[in-house]
Nanobody, 115 residues
């Protein structure tokens, strides 16, 4: 089992920045990749950024150039730096960890962007 705890969400004005954190614990050996997803009201959960065990990253087109995913292996933590926030970025942001055939999820952190 892998436990994920997100933090760093909040209310911010358009154009502002936030840094989300996801701390992993438990059986974190052989996590293949970690990612950040988001789900806005009435919409499906979507992948916004992912990072693999060899630090390969990928981003949704809608966030390229504004979002940066990174990780600190010593702290077992993955970060999502979000810049130039837009109202359409408002969503619950979830951290995920992918380990063999398993996917683990955090509880989510709310990001609200006011115009």
């Amino acid at each position: 089992q892998v436990q994920l705890v997100e933090s760093g969400g909040g209310l911010v004005q358009a154009g502002g920045s936030l840094r989300l954190s996801c701390a992993a614990s438990g059986n974190i050996f052989s996590i293949n990749a970690m990612g950040w997803y988001r789900q806005a009201p009435g919409k499906q959960r979507e992948l916004v950024a992912a990072i693999t065990s060899v630090d390969s990253t990928n981003y949704a087109d809608s966030v390229k150039g504004r979002f940066t995913i990174s990780r600190d292996n010593a702290k077992n933590t993955v970060y999502l730096q979000i810049n130039s926030l837009k109202p359409e970025d408002t969503a619950v942001y979830y951290c995920s960890a992918h380990q063999f055939i398993h996917t683990y999820w955090g509880q989510g952190t709310q990001v609200t962007v006011s115009s």
